[in-house]
């Protein structure tokens, strides 16, 4: 073998070598569109979601089937910062969502809002159907807030 086809053989085994050690363009796998979302698993960390887009609310009880209520013009033009949130009650028996460590809150927000009925929500507090509130607190543990 002549000395140029030995200098051809070897570069062009060398060139493909280190191209295969080159990394893809391609992501190995599809990367999610909202990382938040791929985390929590409805019905496990959360039995009801928030969309405050659409001013809809789907409960997601453990014992049962989804039921999606629209909360039509129930509002006090109130937003929650998306992400998970408890569902506690606060000193007088009320609900309220609670920001667990987990939620990133932006600055100046409340780590607690409160949760009023439709008719008697005012400012910061989160007007919601009584239909919703009955059964949030029935069946319900975090919720999901999504914009």
Do not use: H
């Amino acid at each position: 073998m002549s000395n140029s086809l030995k200098f051809l053989v070897i570069s062009t085994l060398v060139l493909s070598s280190a191209a295969a050690a080159l990394p893809s363009r391609l992501p190995a796998s599809p990367v999610p569109a909202d990382p938040v979302a791929a985390t929590y698993t409805p019905g496990s960390q959360y039995t009801a979601t928030l969309d405050q887009t659409n001013n809809r609310w789907r409960l997601q009880p453990a014992n049962g089937q989804d039921v999606v209520i629209d909360a039509g013009l129930c509002a006090t033009g109130a937003m929650v910062p998306a992400g998970v949130w408890l569902l506690v009650i606060d000193g007088q028996g009320r609900p309220e969502l609670l920001a667990p460590s987990v939620t990133r809150l932006p600055a100046g927000s409340p780590d607690r809002i409160a949760l009023r009925n439709c008719d008697q929500a005012q400012g910061r507090q989160l007007a919601v159907p009584q239909t919703v509130l009955d059964l949030l607190t029935a069946n319900t543990g975090a919720i999901y807030v999504i914009d």
